[in-house]
């Protein structure tokens, strides 16, 4: 793998079960263009293996971490703890409390340690993309491009009035 296939972005997730919606930052990650890597990484499961990523993420060339967690959401502050990367969460849907309780895990940091938290479930997960592709874009202009388009391609879709669909 050469430098310029390196994946800039590491998408982790607390479990298996997060992949359906941590799938669609990936899928756009894809749209533009941009590598990246999905890891499994639990912050109760294998909690040595979110230290050692975490830690070594900068070294290992990310720019920007994108991480998706339901439930009690430890991942995405606990690998923000560590690294002085940005990290994007993404609070996942959870069965008993609707995604709620991902959230508020999540986006209730301390002051001094940020998480720039997103929507819950797949638009959270689209936009974390999103925004992660805007940090790598101040530096890469044809990324840039590339993301304007995809921009203008969402407002061309917008008709200008409602249509019966049923
Ligand atoms: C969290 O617990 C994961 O991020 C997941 O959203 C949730 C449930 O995990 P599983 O029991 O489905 O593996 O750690």
Excluded at 16 to 31: G, I, R, V
Excluded at 107 to 128: C, D, E
Excluded at 153 to 164: E, Y
Aim: proline letters at 7%.
């Amino acid at each position: 793998m050469n430098a310029a296939e390196m994946p800039k972005i590491a998408v982790i997730m607390g479990s298996q079960s997060d992949w359906s919606t941590m799938k669609h930052a990936c899928d756009t990650l894809d749209e533009l263009g941009i590598a990246h890597r999905p890891l499994i990484v639990s912050a109760h499961r294998t909690p040595d293996r979110l230290v050692s990523f975490a830690k070594g993420a900068r070294a290992e060339g990310y720019k920007v971490i994108i991480a998706g967690a339901g439930g009690a959401a430890h991942l995405p502050g606990m690998t923000a703890a560590f690294t002085p990367l940005p990290v994007f969460g993404v609070p996942v849907e959870s069965k008993a409390l609707s995604g709620q309780d991902s959230l508020l895990s999540i986006v209730q940091m301390p002051a001094g340690i940020p998480v720039g938290t997103l929507a819950i479930g797949k638009p959270g997960a689209v936009n974390a993309a999103l925004l992660a592709a805007s940090v790598l874009a101040l530096s890469d202009a044809a990324l840039a491009d590339r993301l304007d388009a995809w921009r203008q391609a969402r407002t061309d879709a917008v008709a200008d009035a409602p249509v019966n669909q049923e």
